[in-house]
């Protein structure tokens, strides 16, 4: 079994970054797509992001144009660049993993994911 670790979350004010990793480990990475979902406190989980094996992405409306995933399969490790945050973006983020070709919007489609990391936005 792999497992999924996130790191780079924090406090920022509105208009700022963050750039979030999700390392993992256990996994042949390269075979995954992978996705990031968001959680607000007392809210459902939301869709931001995915990337298939081969790279392609999606993202959801909330975010396109400010947001950017990517992946380094030979560091086992999928990204999210964080730009022109807003106090709406506030949330804990996740990681995810599935194992097919494309990604999906949906978070019961995936297999396995992290433990999370919080992502502040100051107004």
């Known amino acids: 079994q792999g497992q999924l670790i996130e790191s780079g979350g924090g406090l920022v004010q509105a208009g700022g970054s963050l750039r979030l990793s999700c390392a993992a480990s256990g996994r042949t990475f390269s075979m995954y797509a992978m996705g990031w979902f968001r959680q607000a406190p007392g809210k459902e989980r939301e869709f931001v992001a995915t990337?298939?094996?081969?790279?392609?992405?999606y993202y959801a409306d909330s975010v396109k144009g400010r947001f950017t995933i990517s992946r380094d399969n030979a560091k086992n490790t999928v990204y999210l660049q964080m730009n022109s945050l807003k106090p709406e973006d506030t949330a804990i983020y996740y990681c995810?993993?599935?194992?097919?070709?494309?990604?999906?919007?949906?978070?019961?489609?995936?297999?396995?994911w992290g433990q999370g990391t919080q992502v502040t936005v100051s107004s």
């Open positions: 990337i298939s094996r081969g790279g392609t992405t």
């Open positions: 995810a993993a599935r194992r097919t070709v494309v990604g999906s919007t949906n978070p019961s489609n995936y297999d396995s």
